[in-house]
């Protein structure tokens, strides 16, 4: 639906709010409360509707709404004293005051992608080279991608009411992502034969023509919808991934007074594959300037509770009330969104180090409902189910985000060396460690001592130094304690410690 009042136009198709020519910037919890207001304008919207509308329905601070009442008036470039559109009715709720047009989504306008945004993909519908009567295949595994990508809170995917306009249309690829804002097109092919099936999908850079990644999947059609299902959910992943190592690389081409909240979040995800303290330091002060440019970008506020609580589960650059601090920003962000799986994701990894065991696998249920295809999510949950205790499911997370991105982090491997050592699979568990592949990292060393003294290995003794050298204050009993390991672990590992010379 697209709503026009004064000068502004919103199109709730593509997310997209302009005032004239200029796209105003809006985050999308602020865009849904902007929609909602054009959609009921002259109307007092009371605080319990727009929980339910906006917030289904979860518990919301005042402040928050206030926040985000704050920011809709700023983009709309109103403020608190005039009012002039969102007007505040004390003890009743918000009234919409602009005069509003409704119209049906218009063809997409020809316009500049917006510099330091999130990346827009336009997925195309895949070509069908088979019989006319597979174009539903086609159509639907299209649709299916589009769905799985939406899921992706750091991507903006253009709807398939837009991309579908395109259907057996030739146009050069520079026209299409004028028209669409797009500055990455997904398009490839479907081909039936025989009992079996290729899709081959690419991913294109708008502003080059670039292919930054294809991939071919050849499959016995089997259970169509099964197939339809497993396809979109490798593709959509991969898609995610990619895109997002684009925007980094594009994000780290800018000059630090030239950084958007966006670009400060692309640079401070290094932070998550490398976890050094160097990378800490950096994530750290991007992710603190990126709360105080857009003090309602969740993504901003998640990802700072990653980084923050990096002060307490490594050490990295301590200050004081890191899980306090991780907690505020976590919650923060699963109010501002409630959908972001990534969110949810991380105040569940918060209540794990407070060790609030239930409520970590509460919020990372959610998490995996509302992004079940990010490999990051996957892994991360994955990896602290194992933790825990659960040596059938945690794993079995990891491998399905193994499968999704297999250029993953190495740290993806702790979660079997885990398995493996419980296992007294002490060898392989060896050999899982070395694929984590971060020799500076003290973990890494105290499991391949705790292997090795359980082997009897001469050098047990060693690598149990290396770890202390690594971490002068280290003490076993408190580390796997701070990391909430289950109580039988617990005592094995500290059985294989003890066997490498550890005087515990």
């Not at 026009?4 to 004239?20: G, N, P, S, V, Y």
């Not at 289904?56 to 926040?67: F, Y």
């Not at 297999?406 to 296992?423: E, I, K, V």
């Not at 001592?449 to 290995?457: I, T």
Request: proline share 5%; net charge negative.
């Amino acid at each position: 639906m697209r709503y026009r009042f004064d000068d502004f136009a919103l199109d709730t198709e593509r997310f997209e709010l302009r005032k004239a020519d200029a796209v105003r910037h809006a985050e999308p919890l602020v865009f849904d409360l902007i929609a909602f207001f054009a959609a009921n304008p002259q109307r007092v919207i009371g605080h319990d509707e727009l929980i339910a509308r906006i917030w289904q329905g979860r518990a919301v601070s005042d402040a928050t709404m206030a926040g985000c009442i704050k920011s809709a008036r700023r983009a709309l470039g109103d403020d608190g004293n005039g009012q002039h559109y969102i007007r505040t009715h004390r003890g009743r709720g918000f009234e919409f005051m602009g005069d509003v047009e409704t119209a049906a989504s218009e063809a997409p306008s020809r316009r500049t992608p917006e510099p330091g945004t999130k990346p827009a993909v336009a997925v195309l519908p895949l070509e069908n080279l088979s019989a006319g009567v597979d174009e539903y295949f086609a159509d639907g595994l299209t649709e299916d991608i589009i769905t799985n990508l939406s899921r992706f809170r750091d991507l903006m995917v253009i709807s398939g009411a837009s991309t579908f306009q395109y259907k057996g249309k030739t146009q050069s690829l520079a026209a299409l992502c004028t028209e669409l804002n797009a500055g990455y097109v997904v398009k490839g092919s479907v081909r039936r034969a025989a009992g079996r099936v290729r899709i081959s999908v690419q991913l294109v850079e708008g502003a080059t023509g670039v292919q930054l990644w294809g991939d071919r999947f050849d499959r016995d059609m089997g259970d169509i919808f099964a197939l339809q299902d497993e396809v979109a959910e490798v593709i959509a992943a991969a898609l995610g991934v990619k895109m997002q190592d684009a925007a980094l690389q594009r994000s780290l081409a800018k000059s630090p007074p030239d950084l958007t909240a966006y670009d400060c979040m692309l640079r401070a995800r290094r932070y998550t594959w490398m976890l050094s303290a160097e990378a800490h330091a950096e994530a750290r002060d991007l992710l603190e300037r990126a709360v105080l440019i857009d003090p309602l970008s969740a993504d901003a506020h998640a990802l700072l509770a990653n980084v923050y609580l990096g002060e307490h589960r490594f050490d990295a650059n301590p200050r004081p009330d890191p899980i306090g601090r991780a907690f505020r920003h976590a919650f923060t962000a699963t109010q501002l969104d409630p959908l972001n799986a990534y969110a949810h994701c991380w105040l569940g990894i918060v209540h794990f180090f407070k060790r609030e065991n239930e409520k970590f696998q509460a919020e990372a249920q959610i998490a995996l409902n509302l992004n079940p295809n990010d490999p990051e999510t996957l892994a991360d949950i994955g990896h602290y189910l194992t933790f825990m205790g659960d040596f059938e499911r945690g794993p079995e997370l990891v491998r399905r985000a193994q499968a999704l991105n297999p250029l993953h982090a190495g740290w993806y491997h702790f979660t079997f060396a885990r398995l493996h050592y419980r296992q007294r699979n002490y060898e392989e568990m060896i050999a899982d460690v070395g694929r984590v592949a971060m020799p500076g990292f003290f973990w890494t060393h105290m499991l391949i001592a705790a292997a090795k003294g359980q082997l009897g290995h001469a050098d047990a003794a060693v690598a149990l130094g290396e770890a202390f050298r690594l971490k002068p204050d280290l003490s076993p009993p408190d580390t796997l304690d701070k990391w909430n390991a289950a109580p039988e672990d617990r005592d094995h590992l500290l059985d294989g410690l003890r066997r490498a010379g550890w005087q515990g």
